[in-house]
């Protein structure tokens, strides 16, 4: 996570491909590919993440 924070800073596009390769655990691999696939993944992916960052914060 440290660095999609240090490469999201500069680059938004490089930051979710990041994310999205350190999370991948299987699948098709058109999802890496295609843009439209790989910006709805990443949208997703940020989805979960921000829900247990803010889950984190209130415990």
Known sequence: MAAVTKVGKTNEVESAK????????GGSEVVKSDVV???EATKQL???F????SSLKNL
């Open 46 to 48: 940020s989805k979960i």
């Open 18 to 25: 990041i994310m999205l390769n350190d999370c991948w655990l």
């Open 37 to 39: 696939l790989f910006m």
């Open 50 to 53: 921000d829900s247990c960052t």
